[in-house]
């Protein structure tokens, strides 16, 4: 386990005009974890998560990822460093299929400005497309249009998209959204799987998902930061409980 | 008839180039099909930015203007042989794509077509004015072209038939330009950031430069088809520049099929016979024009090959 | 020629005039836009029906308030046709369609003149009324384009009344922020839609009207007017009405300013001035941020 942490946040702000979203936010992920970000309606977590992922920067504060400043950095650097994302709601390429959805994720790293070369050449990222397929369980559907993928099919789909880049750390906004409980522990299982091989931060609201398998929860509430420790830490901790009280 | 279908689409630009090389033989005369052998070069130029990327210019005018002036003011006041030319043409409205896209990328959906009709509108006006280079209102005359040499062989221009291929030659060489970018990763680029560009930047793809990129290229096609309507018409009318020819080039891809190979030709082909035929019944085409496109905006979106494009697609 | 005090007071106030008749259309552009998200390249084509039907009726009735008030009903008539038959069944596919088919529709708007009044146009001519010059001590003033300005400031000022003091205003204010909330409180957005439309195109209609005796008439007339009101929108803000005020008369004293210091450079000035926005505040004095990259 490395000693530098593999994204620190540093009193980070993000008002929207007059609307405060995010006040003052510090906190430390650990590399080589699976940690959540949790907390009620409005808490501010997609605030929290836009900024870390990218989405625009913050306000005030500082974002640094395995040390170095990345404040401000433009959306498309950051899955060139290594930060890759899944949206909220399904982001795909919904008239692409599912295998070119990911190939062209895939394409990043090697092949951004080639305009003369013909694609079906590149064998080897067509091949590393249908992999990340049969990881997340698609790939008899490789040839579906995205359009035509039910719903949790095409969450995997965005998984297997963010993991074509080959991240260091993966940020997903919860990543089970409308999935039925089958769908949602599938996805479960995928993301411990994931966890084991790189940094994995999601952020969800169904506490029960997370308590059974993050090692690390950050807790928000009004747009600052309440708590952050284990699950068992998080679970005897007196404010988290006041704020949760009633809710699930 | 379903194979035959797919098998033209594999092997597109030879299907192109087999069927233009064919063409004048269809049409009743010339000057009708050399018009549709530029304005669809227009057309696919354009297309690379709408059709693939989604971004709908209405100022491309401006590169199809800027490769006529160019070319001609170089020959005319310049001396310069007609190929030279032609590559100074092409240049500038590469030039000219990479002013006016790095203006227009900073806005967004709908508001971009309004920003890049006027931004077309700085070029047409600023040509204008410049009456010494340009002839202003009169547009530039006297680009004359009576013959091209190639090799040691000498070629008549000014027959239309040789004008013709001549002409084929260089759109087919465009066109197989296209079709490779198209085929290409960067290609592959294109479509994502057409489909859905906050994914795409997710992804790690820079999508201002890529948009930015696209336009350039578009701008030089386009500017390949002025700068070939130059000498063609010894002539470049002012109207060359203005977002009314821009609009053609916007009817022509929709009618034919955006963001289909074929499309922006069929299109240029329905359009310029259209108006051809309109005109021998009476003056007012374009109501009868204005109002087929609003027929296909409404019904057939996907334009003629598109149309017929899904049709192949949903019977598999 | 010389430069006198009184010369530069003229052409301020020319530029003002012109800038009221940008107002308008920008108006209209952005109501339009910020309600339903089109926008309407078939506007310079209804200012310019405007114009001309406000010359027939004036040729008509021999009576120029008569032809003001009645012109935008017929404009907005025309509007209010076309989006419910025309524009309507476009909702829900691309942002584009609707901009393409008023596109069209400007062909055919034009082509209409053309075949109704001939393709010379119309000669205009400024109303008996207003004929002349005021003498406001700093200098004379042609008083049509004193009126255009006034004429202009009362349909602001209704609008804004409209807009900001009653029930129907309120919902067109709401929609163009939320149209969800419209549909939670149960009311018909298309319906609203439709109104609005026809408010923006009566407008364009009504800017057509005033500026009749001021240019040419004719069934190209619409054409520039369109890439202007264009400018005027981009650097006002797109959805913005103040925005849409202010850059018109920015715009229309740049413009008449530049014709008098460097005629050959005036068109040119106003698209260079957006440019210089673009590039300086790509949302426009009073745009929002979120419309823009």
Known sequence: MSAVPILEVENVSKRFGNFVALNNVSTRFEAGKLSAIIGPNGAGKSTFFNVVSGAFPPSAGTLKFQGRDITGTAQHEFARIGIAKSFQITTVFKQLSAHENVRVAAQMRSARYQLLTPRAKLTALSDRAHELLARVGLASLHDRTAADLAHGQQRALEVAMALASEPTLLLMDEPTAGMSPEETKVMMDLIVQLAAERSVIIVEHKMKLVMGICERLLVLHHGEFLAEGTPDEIRANTEVRRVYLGQG | MRQAFEFVRRHRVAAVIAFLMVFPLLMPYHALAINILLFGLFAVGFNLLFGYTGLLSFGHAAFLGVG????????????????????????????????????????????????????????????????????????????????????????????????????????????????????????????????????????????????????????????????????????????????????????????????????????????????????????????????????????????????????????? | MEITPSLLALQLVTGIALGAVYALLAIGLSLIFGMLTVVNFAHGAFFMVGAFIGLYFMGLTGNFWFSLVLTPLVVGALGLVTERFLVRPLYGRGIDYPLLLTFGLSWVLIEAMRVMFGIEGLPSSTPPELRGAVDLGIGFFPKYRLF??????????????????????????????????????????????????????????LSGVLAAPTRAVNPEMGIHVLAESFVVTVVGGMGSLPGAVLAGLLVGIVFSLTSLFAPDLAELSIFVLMAVVLLLRPQGFFGKQGLMS
Request: net charge positive.
């Open chain 2, 68 to 316: 006529s002036y160019l070319t001609g003011i170089a020959m005319v006041h310049g001396g310069w042989p007609w190929w030279a030319a032609v590559v100074l043409g092409v240049a500038c409205a590469g030039v000219a794509g990479l002013a006016i896209g790095f203006l227009a990328i900073r806005t967004r959906g709908i508001y971009f077509s309004m920003v890049t009709l006027a931004l077309g509108q700085i070029v047409y006006y600023a040509f204008y004015k410049a009456e010494r280079w340009t002839g202003g209102e009169n547009g530039l005359r006297g680009i004359q072209v009576p013959a091209v040499e190639i090799g040691g062989l000498r070629l008549d221009f000014l027959n239309p038939v040789t004008k013709y291929y001549v002409i084929l030659a260089f759109v087919a060489l465009a066109l197989w330009f296209v079709s490779r970018i198209l085929a290409s990763p960067f290609g592959a680029v294109i479509e994502a950031v057409r489909e859905n560009d906050r994914r795409a930047a997710a992804c790690g793809y820079d999508v201002a430069r890529t948009k930015l990129l696209v336009f350039v290229l578009s701008a030089l096609i386009c500017g390949l088809a002025g700068a070939l309507r130059a000498l063609h018409l010894s002539i470049v009318p002012i109207d060359s520049l203005h977002y009314l020819l821009s609009g053609q080039a916007v009817m022509m891809c929709l009618l034919g099929g955006m963001g289909t190979f074929f499309g922006p030709f069929v299109g240029a082909g329905v359009f310029l016979t259209l108006e051809d035929v309109v005109t021998v019944f009476t003056k007012h085409w374009m109501a009868v024009v204005g109002g087929v496109f609003m027929f296909f905006v409404l019904f057939f979106p996907s334009g003629i090959w598109g149309t017929l494009v899904k049709r192949m697609e949903r019977v598999r």
């Open chain 3, 148 to 205: 255009l300005i006034f004429a202009t400031a009362v349909v602001v000022l209704a609008l804004w009344l409209f807009l900001e003091k009653t029930r129907y205003g309120l919902i067109v204010r709401a929609g163009s922020r939320d149209g969800e909330i419209c549909k939670v409180l149960g009311i018909d957005i298309a319906r609203v839609w439709l109104v609005v439309f026809g408010i923006g195109t009566a407008i364009a209609g």
